[in-house]
């Protein structure tokens, strides 16, 4: 039987996988993030969701970002091919622009989360109805099997 060849990125795994698993799931489809021990079954690979964010690498991960933005928009400014005056509309320009831009967009937002609040107060609404409906229905059926067998006895 041909199998993945072992110079492409997960070959052996896939001829390993084919000859020692007994299901009849192709390997291909198997998750690549998952790892399998025969006494436990799968196993998820990685950190547990349980360990806490070290606070002290994400500050200095942030600091250090917030700094590297700086100093590249510095650079920036330094390297441009205009004069600064030039820069400076570019940059107001374009800021007007992106404020404009995002004007839009939560213009647009806000229309499309209101027409989903519409849809979906609707839907509730009718679920309601019906919902009343069911129970007023099952109120009746309840009724007259009662009297049905208040007339019986």
Do not use: C
């Not at 799931?25 to 990685?46: E, H, I, Q, T, V």
Request: charged residues 35%; hydrophobic residues 35%; glycine residues 10%.
């Amino acid at each position: 039987m041909p199998h993945a060849s072992s110079t492409g990125r997960g070959g052996d795994r896939a001829a390993r996988s084919e000859s020692s698993s007994s299901s009849s799931r192709p390997s291909l489809l198997r998750n690549p993030f998952r790892r399998s021990d025969a006494a436990s079954g799968p196993r998820a690979m990685g950190r547990p969701f349980t360990e806490s964010i070290d606070r002290d690498k994400a500050g200095a991960f942030g600091l250090g970002l917030a700094l590297g933005v700086l100093a590249g928009a510095g650079v920036a400014l330094l390297m441009a091919p205009h004069s600064g005056i030039e820069t400076r509309a570019r940059m107001a320009r374009g800021a007007r622009s992106a404020r404009g831009r995002a004007a839009d967009s939560w213009a647009d937002l806000t229309d499309s989360v209101r027409d989903v609040a519409r849809r979906n107060r609707k839907r509730l609404q009718r679920s309601v109805t019906r919902g009343r409906w069911a129970a007023e229905d099952l109120y009746e059926s309840r009724g007259r099997r009662r009297r049905h067998e208040e007339e019986e006895d």
